[in-house]
């Protein structure tokens, strides 16, 4: 029996258990997350759906988490839960969170704490329909990430950062573009 080595909360033997159950059988990194949803005026009620990882659906997850979106009053909101635009701020520092904790402990750096600091811009002519050359979605999202790590250089750091950006499956998702199907039941 082996003991887990925990590095930045990660059990790395799990981590390099995983890594190399994946590279054996492909399929078991296809994942699928759901989400059903209800709504009433800018507020969405919505509960975590099945979780599916290759193939086989795990109900298990099904109605386990609760989220609730709103917008500010501001905005004509009722501002009782966050923004869509914030839980996309919250996807992008969640995943950068795994991420880096993941990436951290297989290069061997241990995190004494970090902090992450988002930002994400919007203009509005593009969803109020003033200005058709405006796209709706945001313009720029800003990560501020200050690593706490006695034991690494700058320069380890920033590698660490750069492996973060290229490995972040919801920072990839938001620069490369991915195809949304939409259709009504």
């Known amino acids: 029996m082996t003991t887990a ?21 492909r399929a078991l990194g296809e994942v699928t997350f759901s989400m059903n949803g209800q709504v009433g005026g800018f507020r969405l009620d919505a ?31 009722s501002d009782t839960a966050v923004s869509p635009g914030e839980y996309l701020l919250q996807a992008l520092a969640g995943c950068y969170t795994v991420t880096l904790a993941a990436n951290a402990a297989g290069m061997g750096i241990e995190l ?4 992450l600091h988002l930002e994400i811009d919007f203009d509005l002519a593009g969803f109020l329909g003033i200005d058709p050359d405006q796209a709706p979605g945001a313009v720029q ?30 920072r990839s998702t938001l620069t490369r573009g991915v195809e949304v199907v939409t259709e009504l039941a």
Do not use: C
């Open 112 to 115: 004494e704490s970090y902090r």
């Open 5 to 25: 080595t925990l590095v930045n909360g990660v059990d790395t033997q799990a981590l390099g258990d995983t890594i190399e159950a994946v590279r054996q059988n």
């Open 47 to 77: 509960e975590t759906g099945a979780l599916t990882q290759a193939g086989e659906q795990d109900a298990a997850r099904a109605g386990q988490f609760r989220l609730s979106s709103d917008e500010p009053a501001a905005l004509l909101g």
């Open 141 to 170: 999202i800003r990560a501020r990430i200050d690593l706490d790590a006695p034991g690494a250089s700058r320069e380890q750091l920033e590698n660490l950062v750069r492996l973060v950006e290229a490995r972040s499956p919801i």
